[in-house]
């Protein structure tokens, strides 16, 4: 459904913008950051941020545990390279915290020892994953049991207003599909995950005009990368005919809405050997190596 490389150039080339025009992420991020209390007066060994881009989520989780190994996992080189150290004063005379460590890598193959990771933040990234419950299934393989899941991603309703106004411009898809909050919670029950918690919440921004709605998509990177994309400039013509179908939704206040769904998540990696969910069945595995034998 994806076109991967689209998405790794096209975050790249957002690298030096996004911080400027990722607001919405910002904010999303600083839930996400709230929920550590959960965790209470545990201290991870290694964590990792997932689609960290330029690495604030990192940076604040380095400062929150000085002592930890932090993880900042990107699929975009250049957005790394934006992570820069933050947090390098002396506490009370004890030596500084570990710097970050910076991996480029893919989230539906991640590099990572099986049970290595005690806390995986993910802001904003899952939205880009083509088979959510097989990355999910990645999750667990790295978390160690009872490590924590805790992530965000856009839902069905996002961006449903300019999905609209394309469809009626033209005859190829301009905005991605969303999973719902529903589809998000079971690919979560399907990867094993433990007591999951999801939210919703249903934010709305506005724009002067089209324009300016696509100008900050690009700034951070959230251009069509469907596989089924037109490869051609959409052109004036349907520009104008989707503008044209926007333009009716224009609020009182002159302003033209765009609604951005954000499911958050929390959840608990399971025990070795734990079940995981399939079609409606719990399915256990084990090392065909493990079945005892007896020998006549």
Same mark, same amino acid.
């Given at each position: 459904m994806f076109d991967s490389r689209h998405i790794r150039r096209a975050f790249s080339r957002a690298a030096s913008s996004y911080d400027q025009a990722a607001d919405l992420q910002r904010e999303v991020e600083d839930w996400l950051l709230e929920s550590l209390m959960y965790l209470d007066e545990t201290v991870p060994a290694t964590v990792v941020d997932l689609g960290s881009g330029p690495g604030h989520a990192a940076a604040a989780m380095r400062e929150r545990w000085p002592k930890a190994r932090v993880l900042a996992l990107d699929v975009a080189l250049p957005m790394l390279r934006q992570a820069r150290p933050r947090g390098w004063r002396l506490r009370d005379g004890l030596s500084p915290p570990r710097p970050l460590d910076r991996i480029c890598a893919d989230a539906a193959a991640l590099p990572l020892a099986e049970g290595s990771v005690d806390v995986l933040f993910s802001n904003l990234c899952l939205q880009w994953v083509e088979d959510l419950p097989a990355v999910l299934a990645g999750f667990r393989r790295v978390l160690r049991p009872g490590g924590l899941l805790l992530c965000s991603t856009f839902g069905h309703d996002t961006l449903f207003e300019l999905r609209e106004a394309f469809a009626q411009a033209d005859d190829v898809a301009h905005v991605s599909p969303f999973a719902t909050i529903a589809q998000f919670g079971d690919a979560l029950m399907q990867a094993g995950f433990r007591d999951p918690v999801l +939210?919703?919440?249903?934010? /709305? /921004? %506005?724009? +002067?005009?089209?324009?300016?709605? @696509? #100008?900050?998509?690009?700034?951070? %990177?959230?251009?069509?990368?469907?596989?089924t994309r037109r490869?051609?400039?959409?052109?004036?013509?349907?520009?104008?005919?989707?503008?044209?179908?926007?333009? $009716?939704?224009?609020?009182? =206040?002159?302003?033209?809405?765009?609604?951005?769904?954000?499911?958050? =998540? @929390? =959840?608990?990696?399971?025990? $070795? %050997?734990?079940?995981?969910?399939? #079609? %409606?069945?719990?399915? =256990?595995?084990?090392?065909? +190596? /493990?079945?005892?034998?007896?020998?006549?």
């Open positions: +939210d919703r919440e249903l934010l /709305r /921004r %506005g724009y +002067d005009d089209l324009p300016a709605l @696509m #100008h900050e998509l690009r700034a951070i %990177g959230a251009t069509n990368a469907l596989a490869r051609t400039l959409t052109g004036r013509v349907r520009f104008a005919r989707a503008a044209a179908a926007y333009e $009716p939704l224009r609020e009182t =206040a002159g302003r033209l809405p765009a609604s951005w769904e954000v499911i958050t =998540a @929390m =959840a608990w990696a399971p025990e $070795p %050997g734990a079940p995981i969910r399939e #079609h %409606g069945a719990e399915i =256990a595995s084990f090392p065909a +190596d /493990r079945i005892p034998l007896r020998r006549r």
